[in-house]
């Protein structure tokens, strides 16, 4: 059994071994946050100067205005925090850690890169969708007037919800997050989410312009939006094979239900339109 001056003699050793890569280390440490610093600044100011004060004179960068947020501090910041964590990686090397708690130290400090890296593409992804789908619906609303309000809405949720799945798609997939549990949670939500947008949207301009809909347009949207809310629980739940057979039946005897309840309706507008012909 080894003494207690052998144990302290063995820790001693082992100190003075890493010291010299801690001592680097932290050198690193120090020298790539006043690196961040300088360059993320350097950074802002550029971006402030040569890209943000001109886009605020167009009409997309008064949109992106409107958000409340400041896209050169915003460059900067995730600027100065990927550099940091590049540093963080290449100081972790200087520090010889042994085991299984070096090992996971070393793999946490691997993956900070690409987590800098997928948070900054959210977070600049889902600004610039935001704006540019106002942009777009800002220039459809002024193309189709007032009668079309609700068009216009409805174009431009949609066109969001696309372009927020775009950046969510690629954030994840920088984020080596395995696709098989992502892509069904993304198709889903897409379809749950257009859905919805189409149910509520659409039959408002529906009722707007076509004022003898009215009285049918809550049940088939009613409809509508419990079929899409099957579709997207199908989407999410199909790496689960059960679950995604009992919604798929669901799914189907929904579809069958819709179908049902526009056979009356289509007599209806037959009916109507009939005699509307005779009159004429």
């Known amino acids: 059994m080894a003494s207690l001056e052998e144990v302290l003699n063995t820790l001693w050793r082992s100190f003075i071994n890493i010291l010299p890569g801690v001592i680097a280390a932290v ?11 300088v360059v993320g600044d350097i950074v802002t100011r550029v971006v402030r100067r040569y890209i943000e004060r001109p886009l605020t004179l167009t009409p997309f960068g008064k949109t992106l205005a409107t958000l409340g947020l400041e896209f050169s501090e915003l460059i900067g910041g995730l600027t100065k925090a990927f550099i940091i ?18 090992a996971m130290i070393y793999s946490v400090v691997n993956y900070l890169p690409y987590l800098i890296g997928g948070i900054a593409l959210i977070t600049l992804g889902l600004v610039l969708a935001i704006a540019l789908a106002r942009y777009i619906g800002s220039i459809l609303g ?19 919800v696309g372009l927020i799945a775009v950046v969510l798609t690629v954030s994840f997939t920088l984020l080596k997050i ?21 149910s509520i949207e659409a039959f408002k301009a529906i009722e707007a312009n076509f004022p003898n809909f009215r009285p049918l347009t809550p049940f088939i949207q009613f409809i509508l939006i419990l079929a899409f809310l099957l579709i997207g629980m199908t989407a999410i739940f199909s790496q ?25 309706i289509a007599f209806y507008l037959a009916k109507k339109a009939l005699i509307e012909a005779g009159r004429s």
């Not at 050198?27 to 610093?37: L, N, S």
């Not at 002024?142 to 969001?160: C, D, M, P, Q, R």
């Open 178 to 198: 395995p696709s098989a549990f992502i892509y069904p949670l993304l198709l889903g939500s897409l379809a749950i989410a257009v859905g919805i947008f189409i």
């Open 85 to 102: 964590a590049i540093t963080l990686v290449a100081a972790i090397g200087y520090i010889p850690l042994e085991g299984e708690a070096g």
């Open 240 to 264: 689960y094979p059960v679950v995604g057979d009992v919604t798929k039946m669901l799914s189907i005897g929904i579809a069958i239900a819709f179908g049902i309840v526009l056979i009356p």
């Open 27 to 37: 050198i690193w440490i120090i020298v790539g946050a006043i690196v961040a610093i």
């Open 142 to 160: 002024a193309s189709f007037g007032e009668t079309y309000k609700h068009v216009t809405t409805l174009i431009e949720n949609l066109l969001l």
